[in-house]
């Protein structure tokens, strides 16, 4: 039995004790440094791609992910409320024993042991209405008692809402951990482990979701997203939970009337705000709000603020132009976040994402200004095996070194950086010319002319015949694997069949010759004359040559052009329900007055023994001794000295 007592007697010694308090106190700032620094309740492939499969385990595992609900974090608080509420238990009675008490039993040997105390020696009669006055009039209070020898001591203090502080400090930080307890889902956590709920992580409609994986109108606290497009309206929201959801069910629906964004000249985005409709069956009325970023609507302790935007579904106008073969194209209808299948081609556009503004640095001589593209859509295109690349294509033509193109980038997975294609702009700002000129590099019997045009043009006399023929059949051949396989296939070529010491004057020449070449294309097919050959079509020519070189690592057979779009907008939503955002309130405010006391209030305690044989002791202490109890003690005595003397 002592044994038990000793022990708990120790237990309570250790978690009162000033060391484990401010040990949990670190272990809360590291933890809150890394809820900081790690953004929070990100998808989980979001991590994945961050830190890699290894880590990400580990860090999910120590619930960094969600440091602020993790077991871990929530047992911190609860040893600092249990630490600090025995500190409080502790010490508040005697804080406030010595706050109620005037210390009026010293005699004149204890006075004499005070460091700062001063022996008066009284010509007069002390005049103990004068000296009381004054101590009032320095804000001190007063308290006199007569000893039976005849002498008076005056007691007096002032500033002793000092020691008041430490309570209210201590008592602010027990309210805040406490707030942050109420916040910390603990009713789900205990569901959770008992059984009585899961966490979703099927992508499915929340109208399929099990009740075993929702949580209802009941729950106290939670944070939840919404999304609503534009007209649409919804009773349920979704709390992100590790690799998954859970529904939260919402006592009302929320219908968005209209929502609205505001962009700066550049097309940043400048502020945005929904028009909401809160619909409640207890209401005989619909109520009306407009709620923007940093201006929440509050309805039954469930704040609702504006968090995002995004698109809520734009109809897309597409013109698909096929990059391998001739120059056909073909139009399709799509809408963001639904799939649009190619039979044909055994292939699925996802449409996942509709950017009217685009705001890009793009070089402008020797200095970088950002400025709106326009619109841009984002898409993944699958094969029949279910592999995807994702893509992202720009409506408008991109002013780059002074000329202009058109942009679409892939990229094989989402850790991957986008690689361009950029196809030049025509002199209308359109894809058409560089698509007349691709058919042109694909159409065997054009080329077939322009080989023979070559030939007869570079070898004049007939007695050449079989030179000539020779000289044809290489451009043929050459042109040829260019339309198969652009300067790589050429490369190739030119790797296999020729000796390495001439190698580099086969690059010069072929180059040469697909330049002519092309160039003889691209008049014949505008019908063109040298004289009209300018020097911006030259440079057009070649632009087109690397785009269709580009084409072959592009990855996709189809060139996607946005012809025309209705944007359709969606607003993002957060709602809370937060019963200890209050008592933080609280508990800060608390906290704030606690530390005001403990540094800005000057705790001073003064006692004056007045001898009925004459003279007088002044004794004069502090909690704190620093320069400014030393100007205090001075004035004080020097005063005082003054009134008896």
């Known amino acids: 039995m002592k044994s038990t007592i000793f022990n708990s007697r120790k237990l309570n010694q250790l978690l009162s004790s000033m060391s484990f308090a401010v040990s949990m106190l670190v272990f809360l700032g590291i933890a809150s440094v890394i809820g900081t620094i790690l953004k929070q309740n990100e998808p989980y492939e979001n991590y994945i791609i961050k830190f890699g499969q290894f880590w990400f385990g580990f860090f999910e595992k120590i619930g960094l992910y969600d440091v602020y609900h993790s077991v871990w974090f929530l047992i911190i608080l609860l040893f600092l409320v249990i630490s600090t509420t025995l500190c409080i238990t502790k010490n508040t009675p005697v804080i406030l024993k010595d706050f109620l008490l005037f210390k009026d039993s010293l005699e004149e040997k204890s006075l004499l042991s005070f460091a700062h105390h001063l022996v008066l020696k009284n010509k007069k009669k002390v005049n103990?209405?004068?000296?009381?006055?004054?101590?009032?009039?320095?804000?001190?209070?007063?308290?006199?008692?007569?000893?039976?020898?005849?002498?008076?001591?005056?007691?007096?203090?002032?500033?002793?809402?000092?020691?008041?502080?430490?309570?209210?400090?201590?008592?602010?930080?027990?309210?805040?951990?406490?707030?942050?307890?109420?916040?910390?889902?603990?009713?789900?956590?205990?569901?959770?482990?008992?059984?009585?709920?899961?966490?979703?992580?099927?992508?499915?409609?929340?109208?399929?979701?099990?009740?075993?994986?929702r949580l209802s109108i009941a729950n106290t606290s939670f944070r939840a997203n919404m999304t609503l497009a534009e007209g649409s309206s919804d009773n349920v929201a979704f709390v992100r939970m590790k690799d998954g959801y859970l529904v939260q069910d919402l006592p009302f629906k929320i219908t968005l009337k209209d929502f609205r964004i505001n962009h700066y000249s550049t097309g940043m985005p400048k502020s945005f705000e929904s028009d909401l409709v809160i619909s409640d069956p207890e209401l005989s009325q619909d109520i009306t709000k407009t709620i923007s970023v940093n201006h929440p609507f509050t309805y039954r302790g469930i704040a609702i603020y504006q968090s995002d935007f995004q698109d809520g579904g734009t109809k897309l106008d597409i013109k698909l132009w096929n990059l391998l073969s001739s120059n056909t194209s073909q139009k399709i209808n799509a809408k963001i976040f639904e799939k649009v299948k190619l039979d044909k081609d055994q292939l699925t556009y996802e449409f996942n994402d509709f950017r009217k503004f685009n705001i890009l640095h793009l070089k402008e001589g020797i200095k970088e200004k950002p400025r709106n593209v326009g619109p841009s859509v984002t898409y993944k295109i699958r094969n029949n095996s279910g592999q995807a690349r994702e893509y992202i294509s720009y409506q408008y033509a991109m002013p780059i070194d002074e000329r202009s193109f058109f942009i679409s980038g892939m990229r094989e997975t989402p850790q991957e950086e986008f690689k361009y294609l950029k196809i030049p702009a025509d002199q209308k700002g359109s894809i058409a010319d560089f698509m007349l000129f691709k058919a042109a590099l694909q159409n065997k019997a054009l080329i077939e002319a322009i080989a023979k045009k070559m030939a007869n043009q570079s070898v004049n006399s007939d007695k050449n015949a079989s030179v000539k023929e020779s000289f044809e059949n290489s451009v043929n051949k050459l042109m040829t694997l260019f339309e198969q396989g652009g300067f790589s296939n050429v490369a190739q070529n030119i790797d296999k069949n020729i000796p390495a010491s001439e190698k580099e004057k086969a690059v010069q020449t072929y180059l040469k010759i697909i330049d002519i070449a092309s160039t003889e294309l691209y008049k014949n097919q505008f019908n063109l004359s040298d004289k009209e050959l300018d020097q911006s079509r030259i440079v057009f020519i070649q632009d087109a040559l690397n785009a269709y070189n580009d084409m072959f690592f592009y990855g996709s057979?189809?060139?996607?052009?946005?012809?025309?779009?209705?944007?359709?907008?969606?607003?993002?939503?957060?709602?809370?329900?937060?019963?200890?955002?209050?008592?933080?309130?609280?508990?800060?405010?608390?906290?704030?007055?606690?530390?005001?006391?403990?540094?800005?209030?000057?705790?001073?305690?003064?006692?004056?023994?007045?001898?009925?044989?004459?003279?007088?002791?002044?004794?004069?202490s502090s909690n704190r001794k620093n320069p400014d109890f030393e100007i205090d003690y001075k004035k004080v005595s020097q005063d005082i000295k003054k009134i008896i003397q």
Request: net charge positive.
């Open 128 to 213: 103990l209405s004068q000296v009381i006055h004054y101590l009032k009039q320095a804000n001190f209070k007063v308290k006199e008692k007569s000893k039976e020898n005849g002498d008076i001591l005056i007691v007096a203090k002032k500033g002793n809402y000092q020691r008041l502080g430490y309570i209210f400090t201590h008592v602010g930080v027990v309210v805040i951990c406490l707030g942050g307890l109420l916040d910390g889902n603990l009713i789900f956590k205990a569901q959770e482990l008992l059984g009585y709920k899961k966490i979703e992580t099927l992508d499915i409609p929340a109208s399929k979701v099990q009740e075993v994986s």
């Open 557 to 620: 057979p189809y060139y996607f052009e946005l012809t025309n779009y209705e944007q359709k907008e969606a607003s993002g939503l957060q709602l809370t329900k937060s019963p200890g955002q209050f008592w933080v309130y609280l508990g800060s405010l608390s906290l704030v007055l606690g530390i005001f006391s403990m540094i800005y209030l000057r705790e001073r305690k003064l006692w004056l023994l007045i001898k009925a044989k004459g003279g007088a002791i002044l004794a004069f």
